[in-house]
Every structure is written in C-alpha cells, then in structure tokens.
C-alpha cells in the first residue's frame, strides 16, 4: 500500500518480522516461523516488533508444488 498503511502505526502490519526471505527461506520452517512471530504478536510477546492491540492475524505459505496453508488465529484477552 503506497500509502503506508502495512507498516508500523498503519491499519494492517505486514511482516513485522522482516518476513521469510530474511530468514533465508529455509523449507519446511517457513510456516513454523510465521506461526512463532504470529503467537509471539497475538499474546504481546513480540517486543520490538508489537503490533500494538492486535486482535487477528493471518499466515499465509505456499510450498513445492503448490501446497498452500492458511491459518487463522484471534487474540483472547
């Protein structure tokens, strides 16, 4: 969003982590990681990274062949 929106302070955070190419991409952890800094997000966890009041995250992950996750969580507070 060219407006800044999917960053810090916007509407929808976007890989507050620095997403999974600066994690090398490594496969098979790629969804284990995204879910890791999502659980970190949703229970306040994430330190720097916060999203402040976050109350839903997405994952998404497409693998070999096309292989594609989606997960879900909501913060119970």
């Known amino acids: 969003m060219a ?10 955070v976007v ?10 991409h490594p496969l098979g952890a790629t969804g ?4 890791y800094e999502i ?8 330190d720097k990274r916060q999203v402040p009041d976050i109350k839903n995250a997405l994952a998404h992950n497409t693998g070999l062949g096309g292989a594609t996750v989606v997960t ?5 507070r």
């Open 32 to 35: 284990l990681a995204q879910c």
């Open 3 to 12: 407006d800044g929106d999917n960053t810090y302070g916007g509407s929808h």
């Open 15 to 24: 890989n507050p982590s620095g997403g999974l190419l600066s994690k090398g």
């Open 72 to 76: 879900l969580f909501r913060a119970f």
């Open 39 to 46: 659980v970190n997000q949703v229970r306040g966890t994430a």
